[in-house]
Nanobody, 123 residues
Framework: QVQLVESGGGLVQAGGSLSLSCAAS????????MGWFRQAPGTEREFVAA????????YYADSVKGRFTIARDNAKNTVYLQMNSLKPEDTAVYHC????????????????WGQGTQVTVSS
């Protein structure tokens, strides 16, 4: 079965950096585009970033463009999110999943989600 295990979150001051990882198993990782989503309390889950199966193409939400970088290692079945210049509004639980694009929106491929990793940015 699909398993997604996110890690690397924590508490950081505004302007700081964090590096998230997501270890995937239960599917052929290198066949899927992967992405990160986040959900703050009282809000819907939102798209953050995506990377193609090969790693050649990356996509970002406008709110994180220029600050976050997504990467993957197909040999390790892992996707990463480097977050720099963090802002209090980046505070959320971050999740990874396989992704697909429909129109201008990104959607998760799998219905199951990992536990996520909490990112808290203090002002």
């Amino acid at each position: 079965q699909v398993q997604l295990v996110e890690s690397g979150g924590g508490l950081v001051q505004a302007g700081g950096s964090l590096s998230l990882s997501c270890a995937a198993s239960g599917f052929t990782f290198s066949n899927y585009a992967m992405g990160w989503f986040r959900q703050a309390p009282g809000t819907e889950r939102e798209f953050v970033a995506a990377i193609s199966w090969s790693g050649r193409n990356t996509y970002y939400a406008d709110s994180v463009k220029g600050r976050f970088t997504i990467a993957r290692d197909n040999a390790k079945n892992t996707v990463y999110l480097q977050m720099n210049s963090l802002k209090p509004e980046d505070t959320a639980v971050y999740h990874c999943n396989a992704v697909r694009k429909s129109g201008s929106s990104w959607y998760s491929d799998f219905g199951s989600w990992g536990q996520g990793t909490q990112v808290t940015v203090s002002s």
